[in-house]
């Protein structure tokens, strides 16, 4: 797999976003999108990819967890177009899509689709992993037309 980091930047005049809370199950994913890297968590007891990141397998109940890489690309489960939020450090940023995007690990992400062709993004297109720059060196999962 192919580290190609697509970094895009927030809207001209949008402000920045609110930054995520770090849990200690989802340390490590956050510590990758610092390299914009996609890391799955995985069970190595029953073998099933896991997102969001938890201390114990929602199958098994397993505690023997790893991260591994993940997928560059996803298909859109389902989408949604905001026309205007209510949150106020989304303003400047609509309309945009929420998205739904399943990985070919078996896991299901809640993103937005940003850039071109954004509020076009339909059920079935493929999607790749873009990286948005946050305040404190992090970087957040969003994805970008095919």
Known sequence: MSHDARIVDAPSGAPQRFLPPISDAGEPFWDATRSTRLVIQWCRTCEQAIHFPREACPGCLGEDLEFRPGSEVGTVYAATMIP????????????YVIVLVDLPEGVRLMSSVVGPG???VAVGDEVRVAWEPLDDGRHLLVFVRE
């Open 84 to 95: 205007i939020s209510a949150n106020p450090t989304m303003a400047g940023r609509g309309p």
């Open 118 to 120: 954004a509020l076009e």
